[in-house]
């Protein structure tokens, strides 16, 4: 099996009378590809993306402590779901971060696995309770809207 080109080597092509560079695909892909941030920045720039970025803060947080747990615990989707008494395409959807849970949904997790949420929802511009506490939650997410800023830490 030949190998990989390591960076850029020359070919020698029937049709040209000078080799042609090959570019290794690695190092052309690490140079395209942009942090999670630089990516999310940019996304972020349209109202409608940031907009519903600060509703899911909550989602995004449970997403965060349910795949860690479940890292932890070596669990699949499918053995959490269990724990939960809820069917795996439940857990992939939590997961996703894409939904804010309900109520009864997080009280399920917090009863089951042993998970504490405190959400604290705060007049615009002021700072609340688990924004101050928050350096010692696992999983924290922010969110504003119009009225209120949201600040969700998971322990």
């Known amino acids: 099996m030949p190998s990989r080109p390591s960076s850029i080597q020359c070919r020698a092509d029937s049709a040209a009378s000078e080799p042609e560079p090959v ?3 690695t190092s052309v892909i690490s140079m395209a590809l942009r942090s999670g941030r630089e990516v999310l920045k940019e996304h972020l720039k349209d109202p ?14 449970v997403a965060l402590r349910l795949v860690a747990y479940r890292a932890e615990h070596e669990l699949s989707q499918t053995a959490l779901a269990r724990l939960l008494e809820m069917k795996q395409p439940a857990v992939a959807r939590l997961e996703g971060g894409d939904r ?23 007049p615009k511009g002021r700072r609340g309770l688990v924004e101050r506490l928050a350096t010692t ?19």
């Open 100 to 122: 804010n849970p309900t109520w009864e949904t997080l009280a399920r997790i917090s009863r089951a696995l042993g998970m504490e949420f405190v959400i604290d929802i705060v």
């Open 23 to 25: 570019v290794d695909n």
């Open 48 to 61: 409608a993306v940031r907009d519903r970025w600060k509703r899911t803060a909550l989602a995004r947080a």
């Open 137 to 155: 939650a696992v999983a924290v997410e922010t969110g504003s809207g119009q009225y209120a800023d949201l600040v969700v830490a998971v322990a």
